[in-house]
């Protein structure tokens, strides 16, 4: 599928390649209280947190399923909410573990630019997730640099990506033991990313209902989405 780059992809690709990597965790479907979207060990994101990072996200374009008619926004609310949750396990595995400040800032200041492209009432949310996306990474370094030393590890052997690779380490390995329920409308959590939903609860059975629940459904179903279903391609999401 041929997807049109616009300064938005080119933009949240450098979000991505400053603060964002790879997170794996797992989850299992379950029922939340009614406005949770997930619950990792008794922390709950609601819906409400979802639903204003899944703004940010639409502003900033590049997401999974883009196409020249625009990106569905159900695709942003799933990935926003995948995000939300690594945060999450990343902090749960760095309690108690003070993190390098400096380093985090350093990350919130290379996002400036993205920032500014951000409608100004929606820079709060994104300057949140920024500091909270930062610091999980940070989290998942020191994590990863005290299991290390607590092995034996020299201190001065330790690289940042071997205390990196450590902590993704220990966030799969809690992540495969922790309690996670997602609310199956938001889709479900594979192997550290989340499929996206309809946003229904039913099972859709007819062929162009299938389509349209793709994680990446066709140029002509997204072209077909009402404005407010879709975000990119001059849509608000």
Do not use: W
């Not at 409608?119 to 990863?144: E, H």
């Amino acid at each position: 599928m041929k997807v049109k780059r616009t300064g938005r992809t080119r933009r949240v690709s450098r979000v991505a390649a400053a603060v964002c990597v790879a997170l794996l965790a797992s989850s299992c479907s379950g029922n939340n209280d009614p406005g949770v979207a997930a619950d990792v060990d008794g922390h709950q994101i609601t819906d409400d947190q979802v639903d204003g990072f899944a703004e940010v996200l639409c502003e900033l374009g590049g997401l999974p399923g883009a196409t020249d008619s625009g990106t569905p926004t159900r695709n942003a609310r799933s990935r926003a909410l995948e995000l939300l949750i690594n945060n999450e396990i990343a902090f749960e595995i760095g309690k108690g573990l003070e993190v390098d400040q400096a380093k985090v800032d350093a990350a919130v200041q290379q996002n400036a630019a993205a920032r500014d492209a951000v409608p100004s009432d929606l820079q709060g949310t994104f300057d949140a997730f920024v500091d909270d996306f930062a610091r999980a990474q940070m989290t998942v370094l020191a994590a990863g640099r005290k299991s290390l030393e607590d092995a034996g590890q020299s201190v001065d052997k330790i690289s940042d990506d071997k205390a990196y690779a450590e902590g993704q380490r220990l966030r799969l390995a809690y992540a495969d033991k922790a309690d996670i329920t997602v609310d199956p409308r938001f889709g479900s959590l594979v192997d550290g990313v989340m499929k996206p939903g309809s946003g229904s609860l039913s099972v859709p059975q007819s062929q162009e209902a299938k389509d349209d629940a793709e994680a990446t459904p066709p140029a002509t179903v997204v072209a077909q989405l009402p404005a407010p279903l879709k975000c990119g391609a001059g849509a608000t999401g």
